[in-house]
């Protein structure tokens, strides 16, 4: 093989994404398992970093979010990131943050589903809800396991 060609392997084996990130099998080994630990990786007590490794496990290497809103004069708007950029700078929470899903719906064609699942948070494990809303979440399944290939939230529907 041509030097060349081995260097440009090897760079495509070691780029971020090139390869699938090592996920718990028990953490994609079904749509319900998938989706409980989507909502697991977020929750947790005040101090705490969210668990973004764990996160980047069950979302594909090209995994998109976005977020809906609306601006100051009421017009609609959304923002398109990649999971690292959701995460930012991994700070601690400053406050305790508990989600979970209380309403799913799924509509699956072969290998992939659409998941409209609606959540509760609080600010302790099963507390009382100080918000809610839907996860509109797309999932594939590449033939061993389920992959987040990207989710929307509308957060002027809050």
């Known amino acids: 093989m041509p030097h060349r060609l081995r260097v440009l392997l090897l760079l495509l084996f070691l780029a971020p994404g090139a390869r699938a990130q090592d996920a718990d099998p028990v953490d ?22 969210p668990d973004y ?3 980047k496990t069950l ?7 976005a977020i809906a809103n609306v601006d100051d004069n009421g017009a609609p708007f959304v923002t398109r990131m990649t999971l690292e950029d959701f995460y930012g700078d991994h700070a601690p929470r400053a406050e305790p943050f508990y989600e979970w899903e209380v309403e799913r719906a799924v509509q699956r064609h072969g290998n992939m589903a659409h998941v409209w699942s609606r959540y509760a948070s609080a600010r302790e494990p099963d507390g009382e809800p100080y918000t809610g809303g839907v996860n509109s979440i797309t999932l594939w399944h590449d033939g061993t396991r389920w992959w987040v290939m990207g989710w929307m939230f509308d957060r002027s529907g809050d």
């Not at 749509?31 to 970093?49: F, M, Q, T």
């Not at 979302?59 to 979010?65: R, Y």
């Open 59 to 65: 979302h594909h290497p090209d995994a998109w979010i």
């Open 53 to 55: 490794e764990r996160d």
């Open 28 to 49: 994609v080994e079904s749509i319900d398992a998938i989706i409980k630990a989507y909502y697991d990786v977020v929750s947790g007590p005040a101090g705490e970093i």
